[in-house]
């Protein structure tokens, strides 16, 4: 999936469009970035030895996991299945909302009639503790 096809599916525009291609490869996303060092992220993070933030390289995950899920819900799937990780966390992580929608090819971003809302046990929100992940509730 080139980056067109990526645009496609991602609201995301460069310079925070952080996926040059996506390969499909037996239900796994693998992204690609080319990292030139010119990035707005890497300039001073650090002098001489450029480093991508781990900030950074989370929205790089979520962006493919993104493609990913548009993926397997435009190939027939009817429900997502989302895992909320704070294992590598030292401080609790609070979700006030969360959606999840396929994008549309147009300028609209998304298919208005399949945004769903995901809950958290039934509930709206959910605080996660340091060093646990939580499944969330099966989205239709």
Do not use: Y
């Amino acid at each position: 999936m080139n980056k067109e096809e990526i645009k496609r599916i991602l609201p995301h525009r460069e310079p925070m469009l952080l996926l040059d291609e996506v390969e499909l490869v037996d239900g796994e996303a693998h992204g690609r970035l080319t990292i030139t060092g010119k990035e707005f992220f890497v300039q001073g993070h650090f002098p001489g030895n450029p480093v991508v933030p781990g900030v950074i390289q989370c929205e790089m995950l979520a962006q493919n996991c993104c493609v990913l899920f548009a993926a397997e819900l435009t190939a027939g799937g009817t429900h997502v299945r989302l895992t909320l990780s704070n294992v590598f966390g030292v401080l609790p992580l609070h979700v006030a909302a969360c959606t999840v929608a396929i994008g549309a090819d147009d300028a609209r971003g998304i298919e208005p009639d399949t945004l769903r809302t995901v809950t958290f046990g039934g509930k709206g929100h959910v605080r996660d503790n340091p060093l646990h992940s939580l499944d969330l509730d099966r989205g239709a």
